[in-house]
């Protein structure tokens, strides 16, 4: 069975740090990965993609990297803001039997101190 | 431009009772997904809808049914609601051409009691 680990779990760091959240999974014939925010009691919202052929995706703040060969990806966020504070997901879609479906980790709780 | 919509957001039903959750889509996509999301657990594929007029098991199926109305809607039915299904229902889509990525809805909250 595909795994998705996030560590830490949860996470508290001064608001202005940089900082990075780590996914690893177990099976490297991915197809792509996503890095989604979810807020308290909302939904999840899309951050970045990063196709299997890739190896760093750029939006704003937020730089997600790839390696297949390590099974890891990152997630840094600069200078972070208290607005910053949510569930951070990591999913990785498989591309083994032709299901393309996404295996989610179990996230990282980030919380950003004034 | 509302995307991903579910209905409703909050919902308690009592051990036997039965209930539907709706999914609609305004982004074309054409394919849908239903997870739900536990503590400690994650999100967990129900069932998915790969296009219209098709639907498969995912990690989760028992004791739930869905129905593909048309390529906007998905639904996802409790037939005899029981306190194991307690959860926050996610309901997603996908536009499965060169880049796969899902877009999610806000949730149903659902307490069985």
């Known amino acids: 069975k595909q795994e998705v680990t996030q560590i830490p779990a949860a996470l508290s760091v001064p608001e202005g740090e940089n900082l990075v959240l780590n996914c690893s999974f177990t099976?490297?014939?991915?197809?792509?990965l996503q890095w989604f925010r979810q807020d308290p009691g909302k939904g999840l919202t899309s951050l970045l993609l990063?196709?299997?052929?890739?190896r760093e995706q750029t939006s704003g703040r937020l730089n997600a990297s790839l390696d297949k060969s390590s099974g890891r990806s990152t997630l840094y966020i600069a200078a972070s803001q208290p607005g910053d504070s949510a569930t951070y997901l990591c999913?990785?879609?498989?591309?083994?039997?032709?299901?393309?479906?996404?295996?989610f980790g179990k996230g990282t709780k980030l919380s950003v101190i004034p | 431009n509302a995307g991903v919509t579910q209905t409703p957001k909050f919902q308690v039903l009592k051990t036997g009772q039965s209930m539907t959750l709706q999914c609609a889509q305004d982004?074309?996509?054409?394919?849908m997904y239903w997870y739900r999301q536990d503590p400690g657990m994650g999100l967990r594929l129900i069932y998915y809808s790969a296009s219209e007029g098709t639907t498969d098991k995912g990690e989760v199926p028992n004791g739930y049914n869905v129905s593909r109305l048309n390529k906007r809607e998905f639904s996802l039915r409790l037939e005899s609601a029981a306190p194991s299904q307690t959860s926050v229902y996610f309901c997603a889509t996908e536009l499965r051409t060169l880049y796969y990525e899902a877009f999610f809805g806000q949730g149903t909250r659902l307490t069985v009691v």
């Open positions: 982004m074309n996509h054409n394919s």
């Open positions: 099976d490297s014939a991915i197809y792509n």
């Open positions: 999913a990785v879609r498989y591309s083994g039997a032709g299901s393309y479906q996404l295996t």
């Open positions: 990063i196709q299997s052929s890739q």
